[in-house]
Each structure stands twice: as C-alpha cells, then as structure tokens.
C-alpha cells in the first residue's frame, strides 16, 4: 500500500469510530426503552440523544477543532433557544 | 500558493478564509433552523406535560423498527459525509465522489423507508381529523406533532439530497473544483438535519414502551 492510500484509508478512522459509538447508543436507547424505569426512561433516552448530538457537533460537524468565532455561531441558536425554553416554561409550570 | 486556487472567490484573501466564512454563514443560517425545530420541540414539551397519559398512549403507536432502522439509515450517511467532506479537503477526488453519492442514495433510502412508514400510519387511522383511531381526543396532540415534525424533517432531508446530488455533479463534470469550500458548508447543513432527527427519535419513538 503506497502513502497515498494509507492516508485514504486514515480519513476513515475517526469518523468511523463516531459512527460505531452512534450506533451502539442506538441500541442503547431503544433497548432500555424496553426496561420499565418510570421517569428515567425519559431522562436517560434523552440524555443519550444529547450524547449523540455532542457526538455529531463536535466530530462530523466539527466544533472540535472549529475557530472560537464558528464555536460561538453554533451556540448562538442554542443560547437563544434557551431562553424560549426557560421563559415558556416558567409560564406554564407555574399556573395554578 | 492558494492565491490562484480556481476554487477562491471574491471577495476572500486566501482559501483559509474563505473556508471559515462558509462555515460561519452555514452556522448561521443553522442557527435560525434551531429555533425553527425547537419551536416545534417546546410545543411537544408543554403539551406532553399537560397530557402525559395521552402521549404515552398515542407514541405507543409508533413503529419503533421503521424509526431505529432510519435512525441507523441516517447516521450512516453522515458518516458517509463527514469522510466526503475530509477527502475533497485531502484532495481524494474519487473518494470524494463516492462518499457523496453514497450520502444521497442514504438519504433517499430514509425517505422511502419513511414513506412505507407513513402507509403504515395512514391505515392505522393515525392521521389527526375525521377517523383518528385513538383516544383520548389529546392523542391527537402528538400525532399533529409527528406528522409535523417528521414532514418538515423529510423536506429538509429532500433538499439536503438535492444539494448533495448537485454538488456530487459539479464535482463529477469538474465545474467545481476538489478544493472547493462548498464541500464543508453542505456538510454542515446534512449533519445538522441528522442532528434534529436524533432529537426526534426518543421524542416520537421511545416514549411509553416498558409500561
């Protein structure tokens, strides 16, 4: 194999690695669906899918290695999201 | 050396630049996306704490095999994009051209998965109006919401496809070179839809199953 391949191939490892950690909390999540833990089954499938979504942001999207400029760009919907959530929320968990 | 690059544009100094000013544009733009879907996700929020035994009944519903196999489908083709968008940077042109055809064909495969989905659904009565087959009415809530948030999802994986296949033919027909900063920016845009899908999976999928 010449070092042309050799670096083909090594584009493959990390991303590839991402993908088998995506996919085995796949199964991770929709196995423990199955197992009757009340409000935990809520929390921890979607604790799981943040794990996951970290896992996309940070290697395929990557933020990893990403400028501080393109870090804060991709915060700013979620920063913004934030307070639609906390401002609806305190709205309706609170009415009587 | 990237000053006479044939893939630098006006008005960017070097492609460096001009590779940062793609991404922060697409981060951008996918910023007004977030708080498209997250009006769509507080919705389900409120509402489900409002009715939680109506969700629990209506996500039963659901068909978990369709939603984990799309799932799979999905993060697959990201991969798939993530390793085309390294190779055209690396300057694999074949790699590149294989990854992003195999990203597209992904991506149709989850539509028509979907769509099989969607048959299953319309003759189960699951679509909110006249001839809904659950109960109680607030059933209805969550099910407005899947075919909400699943069809604007399928809209915006049918646009990535699009974007995918006319980048992958530029490529091929060399009206874009492998250098180019359009590989990351569509890369961009197919995770973030990937993004939103993971999101949805427990949301519509996994609510209700061990009771």
């Not at chain 2, 209506?58 to 993060?75: P, R």
Request: hydrophobic share 55%; charged share 10%; glycine share 8%.
């Amino acid at each position: 194999m010449n070092t042309r391949q050799a670096s083909a191939l090594h584009i493959w490892i990390v991303p590839g690695a991402v993908w088998l950690a995506l996919l085995l909390l796949l199964a991770l999540t929709v196995g423990s669906a199955y197992v009757p833990l009340g409000i935990f089954n809520s929390i921890l499938n979607l604790t799981i899918a943040a794990i996951k979504v970290l896992l996309v942001l940070l290697f395929f999207m990557k933020l990893r290695s990403s400028s501080p400029l393109l870090r804060l760009a991709a915060m700013a919907g979620l920063f913004w999201l934030a307070f639609m959530f906390v401002l609806t929320a305190g709205d309706y968990l609170t009415r009587q | 050396m990237s000053e006479h690059s044939p893939a630098l544009r006006e008005p960017w100094p070097d492609l460096a630049r001009q590779r940062e000013g793609v991404a922060f544009g697409v981060w951008a733009f996918l910023a007004t996306e977030v708080l498209f879907f997250g009006g769509l996700f507080l919705g389900y929020a409120i509402y489900r704490n409002t009715f939680p035994e109506a969700f629990h009944i209506a996500a039963k519903e659901t068909d978990v095999f369709y939603g984990t196999l799309n799932t799979a489908i999905l993060l697959t083709s990201s991969l798939t994009m993530a390793v085309a968008a390294e190779a055209a940077e690396a300057g694999f042109r074949r790699m590149t051209l294989w990854c992003l055809s195999a990203t597209a064909v992904f991506g149709i495969a989850f539509l028509v998965t979907k769509g099989f989905e969607y048959h299953d659904d319309l003759s189960k009565g699951l679509f909110p109006g006249p001839g809904f087959s659950l109960h109680p009415p607030a059933t209805q809530l969550f099910w407005a919401f899947y075919w909400v948030a699943t069809g604007v999802h399928a809209i915006h994986l049918t646009i990535g496809v699009s974007v995918v296949g006319t980048v992958a033919t530029a490529l091929y027909r060399r009206r874009l070179p492998l250098e180019a900063s359009t590989f990351e920016g569509v890369a961009l845009y197919w995770h973030f839809v990937d993004i939103v899908w993971i999101i949805l999976l427990p949301l519509l999928y996994l609510v209700g199953r061990a009771s």
